[in-house]
């Protein structure tokens, strides 16, 4: 079994996929081809914003977007103490200060009140000068931005929504990667839109910003003469064949794979209903791309020991993540370590992940739910 079935899916894209990549390959324009643009134009269309700007990888999308904003050495940003390293790794590499926050225990994402006192206590402190927040759409649901922004507003901060895991999720009709001031995404082969290698995006409906960021992306580029750098920049480009291979899973993500997903995601609740496990829970009027199926288990069960027996009967699990930010090595001995974030150590001792996909069938679904439920 796979933990999110990449074969299905070529198999079931084969044909359209084998044309797209032929058709790039005849073409031979392996950097900047039409197929980048087309997608770029698709992307940001699909989300509802003005400017889609392609890049090498989900991290150097949020890495452009802190360049754009100027965030570097004195600045605080503020970031989920429970997600992936990239999203502190970034604003630390800039030189910013991270100040991780803690997250909801329902929907693991940003909490606002959280966010609020640790604005304030930055503030009263006066070492770090708040210049943004990082929220993060984990697991596939968007953050809570109705109160996010409206925290941000208050506080003059710049908002960049994460959107690695949030591709395709919406609040109340708006899509994941419109929120931020800047949002950004990533086309890593197991994300809800994925690639096959690395790839990533950046969306803004700011005209200056977006000039900048493509202009970063390519050393620094003035306009369209890349040989006349104004800037010192980065080499971070989607390529071709990776734009043309998104072409065709974005037409199949839009026509089925997202409702196909949260179809899974049901019979996962139905099948597990009875189990003792904590199921993931989607908020009123928002729609999940179910990057991930994220359970919590019961604070006096053993998580090693339910995997390892998944395991034996041929079931992969995942822990995302185990451990939180603020207690990475990396900022051992750094202000960002002093992280006051109790729901995030719960959750990285009680979370585990499913198998999930929109190529899933009921019967292997429950096939999962059984063997869980006898273990349990």
Known sequence: MEFRDLK???????????????????????????????????????????????????TDALTLALKAWGIGPGDAVFVPDFTFFASGECPAAEGAACVFVDVQTDTFNLDPDKLEQAIIAVKKEGKYIPRAAVAVDLFGQPAD????????????????????QGFGGSIRGKMACSFGDISTTSFFPAKPLGCYGDGGAVFTDNDGWAALIRS????GKDGGDKYNNVRIGMNSRLDTLQAAILEVKLKAFKEYELDAVDQVAKWYDETLRDSGLILPKVKEGIISSWAQYTVRLPDNADRAILQAKLKERGIPTMIYYPKPMSQQGAFAGTDSASADCPITEKLCKTVLSLPMGPYFSEKLVQNIGVKILQIR
């Open 8 to 58: 299905k899916q070529y198999e079931a894209l084969k044909p359209q996929m084998d044309t797209a990549i032929a058709e790039a390959l005849a073409g031979s324009h392996f950097i900047s081809g039409p197929q980048v643009q087309r997608l770029e134009e698709q992307l940001a269309e699909y989300v509802g914003v003005k400017h889609c700007i392609t890049c090498a990888n989900g």
């Open 145 to 164: 931005y109705d109160r996010i922004c409206s925290v941000c507003k208050k506080y003059d901060l710049l908002l960049l929504e994460d959107g690695a």
């Open 216 to 219: 970063l992306a390519v050393h």
